[in-house]
């Protein structure tokens, strides 16, 4: 059984929503939620998030944030997260910010520097920093697969 059949098998048992907020995945965790027949019991809400804009406005990010550590940052993460939990009600949100390349790295954050967070409405929360390789589609692979790993985990 793959990774998101089991989320949203076991989210259906819980009685759980989930929502995800995506900037370096743009959409594949949502798309990989919703590929599972009956994920609509359990998925009410994904955005994608690249621009900073987006992310303050629809999701929370605090300005301060964005222009002091970066969209790719554990705070921004852990904002998106917090964010989308919040603006789709749901009892499970998360997020995914980095770096897939192959361009737009730097010496501090290369490509392959990715930041998730999984939060819970009841206010726990998870932040990871990976340090992917790759091509630009396993770096978003590897990051959707985290996630998935993470909200099992935490489940």
Do not use: H, W
Request: aromatic share 4%; charged share 25%.
């Amino acid at each position: 059984m793959l990774p998101e059949e089991k989320i949203v098998s076991l989210l259906k048992t819980k009685g759980m929503k989930i929502a995800t907020a995506e900037s370096c995945t743009g959409g594949l965790i949502a798309k990989r939620i919703t590929d599972v027949p009956g994920a609509s019991d359990v998925f009410d809400m994904g955005i994608v998030s690249y621009a900073n804009e987006i992310k303050n406005r629809f999701l929370s990010v605090p300005k301060e944030v964005l222009d002091t550590v970066g969209a790719v940052s554990e705070q921004t993460a852990a904002a998106m997260a917090k964010g989308v939990l919040k603006a789709a009600d749901a009892d499970i949100g998360v997020s995914t910010t980095g770096i897939a390349g192959p361009g737009g790295g730097t010496k501090d954050k290369p490509v392959g520097l990715v930041y998730i967070s999984v939060c819970f409405k009841d206010g726990k929360q998870t932040v990871k920093k990976l340090s992917l390789s790759g091509t630009r589609k396993e770096i978003r692979k590897q990051t959707a697969n985290a996630v998935f790993e993470t909200v099992l985990s935490e489940l």
